[in-house]
């Protein structure tokens, strides 16, 4: 469950759609209402929606066993059921009903953007007259912004639902609200039917095949969770981390033991995923893809000998080698150890010679690649941590390490500047490395993120422990960091805070690179320290001011640049991803006639976009492969540009510092945060949006239109952004000394 104290949850920032089953109910029907969220879990074992229950005025005891069967039950009071048409802090609503069972698949029911969808049902009056309507406890699904105070109003006046819903009324299909009085004399439920209703009791002679299907959720809670762990495919990791502890401390296996710390470890709780592996799993040479996930938990919490020890019993296996020989090369790189990294890889490649991971590694490690580094005293070096891309990695990540030093000078090469990885454990002979130079910058990027490279250390990116981070004695400056996290995202700060506060009393300059990140890092300080937290903005916006030899161009390609991102999908697009997609595809059908739209992939994973609009709409986009090119050549594309429309925090940033126009898809608060520092607010468009490919056409064209204003428009926005990062550096260059 997101609980509010280890959730980032910023969805009024990007827009996310929140969505929620709500049932009306009092004490008697609670019993009904249990069924309805077993059927609900076990046919849909991949939503996990919060369930709000609204009841006249129930002791909250009175919902502890519905608690047990689903981690996101909310309660409110209310006297009626029209109140689902208030219910504060959704956008859409699912009302149901405790004489429901859900009896198949309703993702169709979540995807719903538009009015109240309900399935009109057949009345006959005294005369034998047919007439349809909504009844008002059936099946709804509200968009809350399209109905009004004044349509509520007449709902609760007890009118006729299908008259005042007329306007906003989106007809289902009955499948969706199947009533059991059109089963009478034991006709068999139709394999079709999605949700089942009993408008009286279950158990009334001549309904034997639906008071069937209703029995099969009629079950205690040990009987439920077994249900439920055992579903084939994939289930909600809240669901899964609610239902299947109680069932392993009753009877442990090794099986549901590593679903268990398999769904943990997606959640960062590492440490319970080791708590609840480790006393299963022992020394078992039998197990090991248990030992695999044993030892990737025990490195994300920095255990690295115990992790190498598990990593080397997956290792025995055939079948798991390929991938515990490449997180053994991963393990032994963070710890500094190059050549047991090398070691490592090509032992992985020996077990299978394809395995992209560990040729990765091995390419990484190897060290006849290294060129001759020159002679350099390490006092008139700068040291810079961060996250130093190679291959087919990020394009964003490849540009953004190289912003950074030119702040600082044009040579950014070796001579002037020591490398250290961020996710590189700050042994005694790394700390010995950076205090012997005259600096350490630490940053760009979003390197308070949970995720990615997980350490016990920090729990965010720089591998630090405090007690070397206290004896750091190099001036330390944290340049343009940002805090990552997503919408709903399980961030347990605890650690992360005290990291926090040991980085800002040790560093000379704090400045993060915009001020939603701003906000969210002061939350987590005392408040002696919230004023050391200052702005520097990413230094890629202001790239025209940073390269050397920049020239603006005089004329530009007439290509339109569209970039999407897919890592943590669920988290950016929720339940809205194939809404996404089609209003993408009405959008860039449209600036297909005004411009050459080009797809631009910061990453091999981003071309997904390509293939999902080819494959459901039609429509094809040529592929500009950032991964595969230079920074200055990634840098000449976007100048080029008339206007990029991009999801990453990059795919905006970059282009938007080489002075071309940008408008941006936001699924997560970064890119919001970005346009508000610039008050470009209207650049932005949540994915979110069931209106995305009108509006964004709208403003593409308008961009397109006049191009000349746009780009100056753009230059405007960047001054400020410039004059901060100068004053910044200025600070910096007597804190470092100049040279």
Partial sequence: MTHSSSADDRSAVTGRRRIAFAVHTDGDRLPGLATLVRSLALTNPGVCEDVVVLHPGLPDSAFDALRRLHPRVVTRRADRRTDVFRLEGYDTVVALS????????????????????AVPQVLWDGRGEERRTVLPDGLLVVQRAD??????????????????????LTPLDARYDFLTRRLYDDAPVPERVAVLRFPGPDDEPGYGPAAEARSRFEMGDEEFRAAYCALPGDKHPDLLAHLAPPLLRARPSLGLARTVADVYRGQGRYDEAVDVLAPVVGDRLDAPRCQETLGVCLMALSRYAEAEARLLLAAASPDV?????????????????????????????????????????????????????EP???????????LFAEGQE????????????????????????????????????????????????????????????????????WNVPNDALSRLTAPLAVFAVGYNVFDGQLYRRGRFAESLRVLVERSAFFGLRNHGSIDRVRELLPAQLRDRVRYQPCPTTVARHLVPGWLDPVERDDTVLVNCAYDRAGLRFGHDYGGFLAQMATALRGL???????????????ERFVHDLRREHGLSLPVEQLYDMDNDGIRALFRRSRLVIGMRGHAGMIPFGCGT???????????????????????????????????????????????????????DAQKYLWETTRSNLDELGETFGRT
């Fill in 98 to 117: 405790p004489g429901m069972v859900v009896l198949g698949d309703i993702g169709a029911l979540l995807r719903m953007r538009h009015g109240v969808g």
């Fill in 147 to 168: 109905v009004d105070d004044a349509v509520v109003a007449r709902l609760d006046g007890d009118g006729d639902w299908g008259a005042v819903l007329e306007g906003v």
């Fill in 321 to 373: 080698a390929p991938r515990a020989f490449a997180q053994l090369a991963r393990l032994a790189w963070l710890c500094g150890r190059e050549a047991d990294a090398h070691a490592y890889a090509r032992a992985g490649l020996e077990a299978e010679p394809t395995d992209s991971g560990c040729h990765g590694w091995y390419v990484r490690t190897r060290a006849e690649d290294r060129p001759e580094a």
């Fill in 376 to 386: 350099v005293a390490p006092g008139e070096q700068l040291a810079h941590v961060a």
């Fill in 394 to 461: 990020n394009a964003g990540d490849k540009v953004l390490p190289e912003a950074v030093r030119l702040c600082f000078g044009t040579d950014t090469g070796p001579r002037r500047w020591y490398k250290q990885p961020v996710h590189r454990l700050v042994d005694e002979a790394a700390l010995e490395e950076l205090n012997a130079r005259r600096g350490v910058v630490v940053g760009g990027g979003g390197l308070f993120l949970p995720d990615t490279s997980p350490n016990g250390n920090s729990h965010w990116q």
């Fill in 592 to 606: 297909r006639d005004r411009a050459d739209v080009r797809y631009a992939a910061h990453m091999p994973a981003d």
């Fill in 661 to 715: 126009p940008i408008l941006s898809l936001v699924s997560h608060p970064k890119l919001a945060y970005f346009l508000s520092d610039i008050g470009r607010e209207e650049w932005g468009l949540s994915v979110h949006d069931r209106d995305l490919g009108s509006r964004l056409l709208e403003r593409a064209a308008a961009v397109l239109d006049d191009h000349p204003a746009a780009v100056a428009d753009v230059h």
